[in-house]
């Protein structure tokens, strides 16, 4: 079979303010081939992401996405494979392309399993789906009362294990910080995983992010993650270096396998966080687990948005025993939760695993977007090259 | 005074080819304040990085790129850095936002340099603008005869260095490209600069560039350009530990400070080649150029298209005296050579220096580009988002 269409929903909460909640907008893919259907989405900006997609050619190098990918053979992961690969050296001038390709990419797995009847897991090599503990992926109150507040009712919600995040981190002084740390603490108890999240704020000033540890060494915290910005990878280091028991995290802003892998060599973090959204979809996500098996780093997913997402997310390391610990969305916006009919449900002892049904196993709710749906038009040269297609 | 417009104009030929010319289209800025006016250039796709300006916001830290830089204050070039840093912050979830910036950054400098009265390298800190000695970048033929012919053609126009790109390298075996090599070597003599640029073709595989490296060598090549994707840090590195003679180049894929310098410091390559469209502009074009300097790593500007690109692109090292090779676009489209009304010619002895005037010393000749202007919109949830400005 061949990709015959690539149809991309942007979709958006009817206000969008300026909290660090990725969930506040999404751009799905919908990609249709052989009879088939399969859905991704997009960690991205929506509007940059389609017109990578739709717009001209700027030459050889500079094609659009679409070029890559309408018309080309679909029968295993190999052809998915050789589309990222084209896009890598005919879109290698156009930036916003990786991102782009993230929600085609893992729309193609998802069309190739619902034509294989298989769970993406199985076409990726692994034999079960493994358990993971979802931890809770919260954003820090603007007080350390609040933190506690959200703390307690995560631990309440029966999360095990939580995030913080953003918020006023790094805003402050090195004790305002502290607070909030102490506070996530107390509000979850002594038993549960917590980490810590502050999204690069320090750039790459690696004496401020040091400033930090002693405070999340008292409240043992597990890890210590973005704490400079994705490219940083000599700050990293110097603070992995000073770090001996909070590992350093990151990787969510990895837009190829490359830069995931020099985050584990050079940047020596101890947990490589993707996210499928961003990296170039599944297949990049996966060939960073088998990286990190072979370093003994430890591959966490990214994902703060839907549970296609989160199943997309889920697959690459879904048969890895070892690696326990997932990112679960534990207050995604309205929107980000009507996406998936069939949203992945944490089991009795409080776990969950990548779904066992054909492709990601997620069924789109595509009435309930509706209401989400952001109409827009895309002309150039008095064509009209995107126009926001029809749900149904 | 404070920015008051920031207004992008998409240039195309008629017909754009899968070439390797990137100056095919362009994509031009015009910042506007304080009753003066600068000019940049985006080398990007132009679609995807007028999206990244105009964007609705995603969410805090995928804002477009607009809302860093609109109403800016801009005083004097730390409000130029101010303004780059809280994009790399504000919009660090928004790919393409680097190369948006780009074309505004430089149109910035161009604007300040207007109202100062002074040209942009001065601003840097440079005493003088040097000369340089301008190499004609050209394509490879499509047979190692019209290499040959256009070989010849440029050592006619009196250039005394040349490099060749891309064309049908790394397509065939090794002994082919030999004969590429060897024909451009016959055909500009051996008192020249001979350059080689194969346009990341070989991906990762060091073995297939390894391969090369024998006739590059017997072709007295200067340098072998971009052998691998731009993030291939190892690749760059294991090519370099066997190849004695040929320095590699690379880094006109750079987005950020941060790829440039990891480039230098992990890849090892003798030659970091900079485009300021791309890396956000002449302030991080400037940060190479000094980290280079430190590290014995020779300095080159990357410029395929405009004269305005070229001036931008020779700032951040005109006063850099031991760097004396640049890029000189010798065979840009129609629509490219219209942009510059005064483009920077070869003095008596073949050589070029970045312009005394203010700004970037080059007068974009608006009339000349009107028939190449394609007219754009963009809508989303009813409102027009960008229509193509008014090149009057």
Request: charge should be negative.
């Amino acid at each position: 079979m061949k990709i015959e269409a690539v149809d991309f929903f942007y979709l958006s909460m009817p206000t969008v303010t300026t909290a660090a909640d990725g969930s506040q907008d999404a751009l799905l893919v919908r990609v249709a081939a052989g009879g088939h259907v399969g859905w991704g989405e997009c960690e991205a900006a929506p509007l940059p992401s389609i017109a990578a997609f739709v717009c001209p050619m700027s030459h050889g190098a500079c094609r659009p996405v679409s070029a890559s990918v309408l018309g080309a053979p679909l029968t295993g992961p190999q052809d998915i494979a050789a589309i990222s690969a084209r896009v890598e050296h005919d879109s290698m001038d156009l930036l916003q392309a990786a991102h782009t390709l993230s929600g085609i990419e893992m729309a193609l797995w998802d069309l190739l399993g619902q034509r294989r009847q298989e769970p993406v897991w199985r076409m990726l090599g692994f034999e079960r789906s493994e358990s993971k503990i979802p931890y809770a992926s919260l954003l820090f109150g603007d007080t350390p009362d609040e933190t506690q507040a959200r703390a307690r009712k995560a631990h309440a919600d029966g999360f095990r294990a939580m995030k913080f995040g953003w918020g006023p981190i790094g805003t402050a002084d090195a004790g305002y910080d502290a607070d909030h740390f102490t506070a996530a603490r107390d509000g979850i108890g002594a038993d549960c995983h917590l980490m810590i999240d502050v999204g690069q704020i320090f750039a790459e000033d690696v004496e401020a992010a040091a400033a930090r540890l002693p405070a999340l060494q008292a409240a043992q915290a597990t890890w210590f993650e973005e704490p400079f910005s994705g490219h940083a990878f000599e700050a990293y280091a110097a603070l992995a270096a000073r770090s001996p028991t909070v590992g350093i995290a990151g990787g969510e802003a990895a837009h190829n396998v490359a830069m995931a892998r020099h985050l584990m060599d050079f940047g020596h973090v101890k947990y490589i966080q993707i996210d499928c959204g961003r990296i170039g979809g599944i297949g990049p996500a996966h060939e960073v687990a088998m990286l990190a098996r072979a370093r003994g780093v430890t591959f966490v997913n990214h994902t703060f948005t839907t549970h296609l997402a989160l199943s997309a997310s889920l697959q690459p390391y879904a048969g890895m025993r070892s690696d326990r610990i997932c990112e679960y969305p534990a207050a995604p916006s309205a929107l980000a939760q009507a996406v998936a009919a069939n949203p992945i449900l944490r089991d009795a002892s409080g776990e969950i695993r990548a779904p066992e049904a054909p492709g990601l196993g997620i069924t789109v709710d595509t009435e309930a977007l509706k209401p989400y749906l952001v109409e827009t038009e895309i002309r150039v040269g008095g064509q009209v090259l995107y126009a926001t297609p029809s749900l149904d």
